[in-house]
């Protein structure tokens, strides 16, 4: 089921969410003050505005609520996204994903009610990407343009099964690689075909891309 997304700013992390969830075939909407921003983007999502994140007006004028998500990436300054995490929620924003430049920076994001924070230093706007349309996901590593390892929570779909059951591999093209217990006690790095899925295992699985988002993993 595609989701309507909205990013505010469009700078390098914000245009690398913003493309790669609307490459993902989802509803992408991009906001940023800067016109020149606005127009290398345009064609790369499902809209592109030009407009000013820290103005209520503005923020009215997008129904802010009928997004699934906001990812509020917006560059050095602070102050104003502070005022537009304050607005966005004022506005009733589901979810809220706010980049942030520091750590301080970062606390005042969640106490003011940010539901998630990232730190474009550790977090690329790829894996963000992918998190917020797979929230199963824990983990994502880019092998190649075609290839990645993906930690995700197992889907309810599997557990109780084995994995001669799931058949993974035939049906897919995805070798699960390692099997995790949630609570971290036990990882086995070699499962074998009579191992079961349990509820909240994590599973470490390797494939092309194609594959892999058959299964909502990327």
Not at 24 to 40: A, I
Not at 93 to 109: P, R
Not at 166 to 182: V, Y
Not at 199 to 217: P, R
């Amino acid at each position: 089921m595609s989701k309507q997304i909205l990013v505010i700013g469009a700078g390098r992390f914000g245009s690398s969410v913003a493309k790669t969830i609307y490459g993902l075939g989802h509803d992408v909407m991009v906001v940023d003050n800067d016109e020149t921003l606005v127009q290398q983007i345009s064609s790369e999502v499902t809209n592109a505005v030009k407009a000013d994140a820290a103005s209520e007006v503005c923020l009215k004028a997008l129904d802010i609520k009928g997004f699934d998500a906001v990812v509020l990436a917006i560059g050095f300054d602070v102050q104003t996204s502070i005022m537009a995490a304050i607005l966005l929620i004022e506005l009733g924003a589901k979810h809220i994903i706010a980049k942030a430049q520091t750590e301080l920076h970062g606390k005042v994001l969640k106490k003011i009610g940010v539901n998630q924070v990232v730190f474009p230093e550790r977090d690329t706007g790829q894996k963000l990407a992918h998190s917020l349309i797979a929230p199963t996901m824990i983990d994502l590593i880019e092998l190649s343009d075609d290839y990645s390892v993906v930690e995700v929570m197992a889907p309810k779909e599997m557990v109780g099964k084995s994995l001669m059951e799931l058949n993974i591999r035939a049906r897919f093209g995805i070798s699960i690689i390692a099997l995790r217990r949630n609570n971290g006690s036990k990882t086995n790095i070699s499962p074998v075909a009579d191992d079961i899925i349990e509820t909240e295992d994590i599973i470490v699985a390797i494939g092309e891309n194609k594959h892999l988002k058959k299964l909502k993993w990327i």
